[in-house]
């Protein structure tokens, strides 16, 4: 079950750079697609900018409804992660393919991801960059993270499959959010 | 000394979400500042976006002169990192504070940061989100890599000084970039 998380709090998820999942939905029918190109704007409201490229089938899907979760997975994921990016929502039906549970959001069509440990609920505010640089800027609507899941280690893209995943945590002092 | 790094590799410094510093000039002075909102774009040439608030010193530098050095630092840094995030360029000289050394970079004129394993060179292609969001879009036009810093652990900010350290690196089988 997953459990609301305070929208103040959604940047500390995304600011370090995981991949991420997007779950799009058109025709009542729901798509993920992998992504690492995303990056925090704004704290709160969350204010997301991500990539998603117009060679990709989930593109038509966010400029249509304007509606997206970003769902992020932890290490355990990582094998599926790996696969959704190596194939297309236009041939397969990714959740069935993958085993992933769609479970329905609060604020939009998209459904979360059960086994990801957060979910974010978004909507497309701001679409001046689509056309120059397939940049879309999200308004986190809703957020929510799965308490079973303690310390999730999050994993990093290099290229081609090679990942880094979290280790060490460090705490410096500092007052900067 | 830096090596040349090729362009079509730079994303795979920055997808995975390090922290960074970027480094600004105005009127022959050098400035830097910790960076966690950044996302690549466009693999080649390579296109980066950054969030640079407008609460920040360097954001009247980076609109005026439209050129900044993406510096990437491994862990051995992270407490230099936090205490350039935590004092301003407007009362110090945070590279004399923080014992770094500036290096001439090629194309642009601001530094390179020498104790960085990773420098972009970038020049600002695009404003129009500056004003909304305070998001600026930047072309690398020369990439260096320092040799002698192998395999270098990058840090991942979570909030408050606190740190992933890159971990484990795993390798899934992928025809994905």
Same mark, same amino acid.
């Given at each position: 079950?997953?459990?609301?998380?305070?929208? $103040?709090?959604?940047?500390?998820? %995304? #600011?370090?750079?995981? !991949?991420? &999942?997007?779950?799009?939905?058109?025709?009542?029918?729901?798509?993920? @697609?992998?992504?690492?190109?995303? @990056?925090?704007?704004?704290?709160?409201?969350?204010?997301?900018?991500?990539?998603? $490229?117009?060679?990709?089938? $989930?593109?038509?899907? %966010?400029?249509?409804? +304007?509606? /997206? *979760?970003?769902?992020?997975?932890?290490?355990? &994921?990582?094998?599926? *992660?790996?696969?959704?990016?190596?194939? $297309?929502?236009?041939? !397969?039906?990714? =959740?069935?393919? %993958?085993?992933?549970?769609?479970?329905?959001?609060? /604020?939009?069509?998209?459904? &979360?991801?059960?086994?990801? =440990?957060?979910?974010?609920? /978004?909507?497309?505010?701001?679409?001046? %960059? *689509?056309?120059?640089?397939?940049?879309?800027?999200?308004?986190?609507?809703?957020?929510?993270?799965?308490?079973?899941?303690?310390?999730?280690?999050?994993?990093?893209?290099?290229?081609?499959?090679?990942?880094?995943?979290?280790? #060490?945590?460090?705490?410096? +002092?500092?007052? +900067?959010?």
């Amino acid at each position: 079950m997953m459990k609301d998380l305070p929208l $103040s709090k959604v940047y500390q998820l %995304l #600011e370090p750079g995981p !991949v991420v &999942l997007l779950a799009t939905t058109r025709r009542g029918r729901a798509n993920i @697609m992998t992504m690492s190109w995303h @990056m925090m704007v704004e704290f709160e409201p969350p204010i997301i900018a991500c990539v998603v $490229s117009n060679a990709n089938y $989930s593109y038509a899907s %966010l400029r249509a409804t +304007k509606e /997206c *979760v970003i769902a992020v997975p932890a290490r355990k &994921l990582a094998s599926k *992660v790996v696969q959704i990016g190596n194939c $297309s929502g236009r041939e !397969v039906d990714k =959740f069935q393919k %993958l085993g992933l549970t769609p479970v329905s959001a609060q /604020c939009v069509a998209p459904p &979360l991801v059960a086994e990801c =440990f957060a979910n974010l609920e /978004c909507r497309v505010i701001d679409t001046r %960059l *689509v056309r120059s640089f397939n940049i879309f800027i999200l308004e986190v609507l809703k957020a929510w993270t799965d308490p079973a899941q303690k310390r999730p280690k999050t994993i990093h893209h290099h290229g081609y499959g090679k990942f880094a995943v979290d280790g #060490e945590m460090i705490k410096l +002092k500092s007052s +900067k959010p």
